[in-house]
């Protein structure tokens, strides 16, 4: 029954340590450098518990009525964790008023490890005091190790079931409560059975295992945390950086330790300890080699369901990692034995010592993992070291004569993966041409810059999120986020960017005249690549705003300047820790941060939502904003929040008739006021239910599921959308647009309305009738981007039929070019004919204007 209920207590042990990674998410906004603090601080309260409790087993002759005061007093301050870290939290916001990033960090790591060394002391503590009570009967540390790790491991999936249902707060409690039936059954089980589990009391005897020894195991801790961190890191980016890989990952590596520990007992310990370091550490290395194949597979595999695609992606991360797991799992019980000389009271506190060291040289381990190794030699060679870090601390124990000759092998076969394969080995479906122009590590993401074999270029976070490209109408598009909440101020003199990307999005409020712009990223990655790769398409915006390297939520919180717009960019919510920045908290920093007449903007990209998630994010931001409104461009949902009320059509001419004829052309991405206003979808009708808060998460648990379910939500999210949108005539009285402008509104409104009509039918299948809307759209509003592309498309797609039936093919071009002048492939089919046809001279107008279009495009000549 004590093994039972020490398996239990693994459950909630790991279900404590997921969830305070879950909490520091909240603090610091970045999951990696969450799960960096928080590993060190949890390896470090366990190894120095651990030490502890060899001196409480020596001291109290009923170390279970310890244990369970131990179990009851981590109950009790885990029950205190969402008070205690709501007040840090509000402390913190304090400081980060008059401290720097760097420095704001610092602040937050010190009281959260401190907060988290206390419970996870007391857990470490547990550990030598359940193998006191089991010091006298048959059950070995192997046993009593491995359970309480596969315990864990099952904590590592609980969470995914809690947090959505329960949110963080309530998630604690629960568990609490479970520790605290933990407590209350160890100890009338140790007053009810005392004489089983009583101890004598040692007071000479020390079993404490030679410094060296332990230093050398605490290298091993060191190593195989470096490795639990770079394959988190590795495979979280092959396979999406979402809660549930994240727990996959979590879960395979602790099945791992808890197996290999069971499974000790099998293995004899002379040979095991002879060969660990050898086949550890090549595993390690081989797991590098996997790589490639991992990502290959998970580029082109397609799955039914999440739950289907856990499994497998649990399978597959069980290939690459467990024999490493496997080897470290059975160290311990081993090496134990081996300490101990076969002395099974002696093996207890030998494995006692053991584990506190190895728990405290994995603190070390991932805190140098995580701010010196991986920023300066990346991740791959992070974990190539950890391996020869096993190698050399493991062979202190082999008795293998020849096992040091092992080491160049060992180096031989790592040299090849030390460096991150390049993205066209790594998404050979989406970007088999392409070639690495930039990659950045740091903590916090891997940023990269690849360009297409016609020369474009793409930023990627975290490799398989595409941020931006420089083609030309993705550009535009990037523009627009600018213009449109720059456009609904009456006159803005500043504006905030809350995420910088590629310095597209920033370059679309250039030609508002007297704004002075600000951005805000948290990745120095692309803060580089924006002024080093994408300057010829960003307007060379990087020296003509101001630009921090901070995080959105804490520059928000920390300073004191208002502005009259801030626009929230685009980024994916479904990745770990995202999805705070549509949060009531973060949606009520922006509204704190806006002047009076200020609005902002936060947009959305439809194909990235369900309904439901949907509707939950226009409620947390209705609950800030109550007179928030949404327009819809495109793909992309903007939810506009004014501070007071939107002023609407007046505002918006009133902006334009600042300008020149040219500016307000450019303004306008030259599709003219009406068109915007056009895209109007009236107020924000969401009702009651739940909303998206830092402390109860919903959304980054149900997006995930899109990528199975996607063009399903999809349809019913435009259906949804169509039908709650307002007729055209209250829409004009919404924006008070003027009697001798009503008919413009309306053709540009009913455009928009038609074009995302089109959209639902080409979803459903029926391109007949998408053809025959997005036609009629062109003749209510041709200046309508959207619309005029959708329909130079599927013109320029038919281009070889219709020059198959015997139409001209220029005068088919200059027909596309008619509706679309910028449409780069036309204009690039025109310019080839004419160098064909010897028309030089028209030839190089063609190729000036592509390069005005297109300047990264390396298939026009310069």
Request: hydrophobic content about 50%; proline content about 5%; glycine content about 8%.
């Amino acid at each position: 029954m004590l093994l039972g209920l020490y398996f239990l207590s693994g459950i909630a042990g790991v279900t404590y340590e997921v969830l305070w990674v879950r909490m520091l998410s909240i603090l610091f906004g970045a999951s990696i450098f969450g799960i960096i603090i928080t590993l060190a601080a949890f390896m470090s309260g366990l190894g120095l518990g651990s030490f502890a409790g060899v001196w409480i087993g020596r001291k109290f002759s009923n170390p279970l009525i310890c244990f369970a005061l131990l179990e009851g007093a981590v109950a009790l301050f885990a029950l205190m964790m969402p008070w205690l870290f709501e007040s840090v939290d509000a402390l913190l916001g304090q400081i980060a008023i008059h401290e720097s990033l760097s420095v704001w960090f610092a602040w937050q790591s010190v009281v959260a490890f401190t907060i988290l060394f206390i419970p996870a002391l007391a857990l470490g503590m547990g550990f030598p005091l359940i193998l006191k009570c089991f010091e006298k009967t048959s059950v070995s540390l192997a046993v009593i190790y491995g359970l309480n790790t596969l315990g864990g491991a099952i904590g590592a999936l609980l969470p995914l079931l809690l947090l959505p249902a329960l949110g963080w707060a309530l998630s604690i409690q629960v568990i609490a409560m479970m520790g605290i039936l933990i407590a209350i059954v160890a100890y009338v089980i140790a007053v009810v059975v005392r004489p089983a589990y009583h101890s004598e009391l040692e007071t000479k005897i020390s079993f404490r295992p030679a410094w060296s020894a332990l230093l050398l195991y605490a290298g091993i801790g060191a190593a195989a945390l470096i490795l639990q961190l770079g394959w988190t890191r590795l495979y979280g980016m092959i396979l999406l950086r979402t809660e549930y890989v994240l727990a996959i990952i979590l879960f395979i590596f602790l099945v791992g330790l808890g197996m290999g520990s069971l499974l000790a007992k099998r293995i004899p310990p002379s040979l095991g300890l002879g060969w660990f370091p050898c086949l550890a550490s090549l595993f390690a290395v081989l797991s590098l080699w996997g790589l490639p194949a991992l990502a290959e597979w998970a580029d082109y595999t397609q799955f039914n369901s999440l739950g289907e695609a856990m499994t497998f992606q649990a399978l597959a991360l069980a290939l690459l990692t467990l024999p490493t797991t496997l080897i470290l799992g059975a160290w311990l019980p081993l090496l134990s034995h081996h300490l101990a000389r076969g002395d099974s009271r002696a093996g207890t506190a030998t494995g006692a010592w053991l584990y506190g060291a190895n728990s405290i040289g994995a603190a070390f381990g991932v805190l140098i993992a995580g701010f010196l190794l991986v920023p300066y030699m990346g991740t791959t060679a992070t974990i190539i070291l950890a391996a020869l870090i096993l190698f050399a601390c493991g062979m202190k124990w082999s008795g293998l004569h020849w096992g040091w000759l092992f080491a160049p092998l060992l180096v031989a076969i790592a040299y090849p993966v030390a460096s991150l394969p390049p993205v066209n080995r790594l998404l050979p479906k989406a970007h088999a041409d392409s070639r690495d122009l930039f990659v950045q590590e740091d903590i916090l993401s891997i940023t990269h810059v690849v360009e297409q074999p016609d020369g474009q270029r793409l930023l990627l976070s975290d490799l398989r999120r595409m941020d931006a490209s420089s083609e030309p109408t993705a550009v535009e598009v990037q523009k627009n986020q600018a213009r449109l909440p720059l456009l609904l101020h009456p006159q803005p003199r500043t504006v905030l960017f809350l995420g910088l990307g590629t310095g597209i999005t920033a370059a679309g409020s250039l030609n508002f005249p007297g704004l002075s712009a600000e951005a805000v990223e948290l990745s120095a990655g692309a803060i580089l690549a924006a002024d080093r790769f994408f300057a010829p398409v960003n307007e060379g915006v990087m020296d003509k705003i101001r630009v921090t390297h901070d995080d959105a939520r804490r520059f928000l919180r920390a300073g004191a300047k208002r502005y009259d717009v801030i626009v929230g960019d685009l980024f994916h919510p479904d990745l770990v820790g995202r999805s705070n920045l549509l949060s009531v908290q973060q949606f009520r920093r922006a509204y704190q941060r806006l002047e009076e007449n200020g609005l902002f903007v936060q947009w959305l990209a439809l194909n990235q939502f369900d309904l439901r998630s949907l509707e939950t994010v226009m409620r947390s931001f209705k609950q800030v904003f109550p007179r928030a409104s949404i327009f819809i461009d495109g793909f992309r949902l903007a939810m506009v929040g004014p501070r007071e009320e939107l002023a609407g059509a007046p505002a918006m001419l009133g902006n334009l008739d600042r300008m020149q004829a040219s500016q307000q052309s450019a303004a306008t991405g030259g599709e003219g006021a009406w068109t915007w206003l056009g895209r109007y979808w009236g107020p924000m009708w969401v009702g009651d239910g739940p909303v998206q808060d830092e402390w109860a998460p919903r959304i980054e648990f149900s997006l995930p599921q899109l990528h199975y379910t996607q063009a399903h939500d999809m349809s019913l999210l435009l259906k949804r959308l169509l039908q709650q949108r307002p007729p055209v005539e209250e829409a004009g009285r919404m924006l008070r647009v003027p009697l001798k402008d009503k008919e413009a509104f309306e053709r540009a409104y009913i455009a928009s309305e038609l074009a995302m009509r089109s959209l639902g039918a080409a979803l459903n299948e029926q391109s007949l009738e998408a053809q025959k809307l997005i036609r009629f759209a062109y003749d209510a509003n041709p200046k309508d981007r959207w619309v005029s592309f959708d329909l130079a498309d599927k013109l320029f797609a038919s281009l070889a039929r219709v020059t198959d039936k015997g139409f001209d093919r220029r005068a088919a071009l200059l027909r596309i070019l008619s509706i679309r002048p910028d449409h780069t492939a036309a204009v690039k089919a025109l310019w080839q004919l004419e160098m064909d046809a010897g028309n030089q001279e028209k030839a190089d107008d063609y190729r000036i204007y592509l390069r005005e279009l297109s300047p990264l495009d390396r298939q026009i000549p310069g």
